[in-house]
């Protein structure tokens, strides 16, 4: 893979996220408040969802077998990189509203 191929590839990936996210979003929070159902739980709610699908992908990558057959390794690993993304706008809202930068 060139890294111009790689580039593209990560920008499709991307774009799927947005659409992803944007869906969910749509089933866990509102138009005002997008990130409502992250707050409940703050960063602490975030870092244990991002450590639940750590830990999926170490027992598929250790070689157990997935019993959820409708949510594959790629599934896990996109749901991963899209909590990634919801943890560091979260983060900065937190920060931003304590007047941090």
Known sequence: MTRQELLCRIVELMIKDMAVIKLKNNDYA????ALRNLKEHGLLGMSCRIGDKYHRLNNFIGGKKYLVKNESFIDTVGDLRRY???LQVLFEEENLSRGNK
């Open 30 to 33: 509102d138009e005002k408040d």
């Open 84 to 86: 990634c993304y919801l």
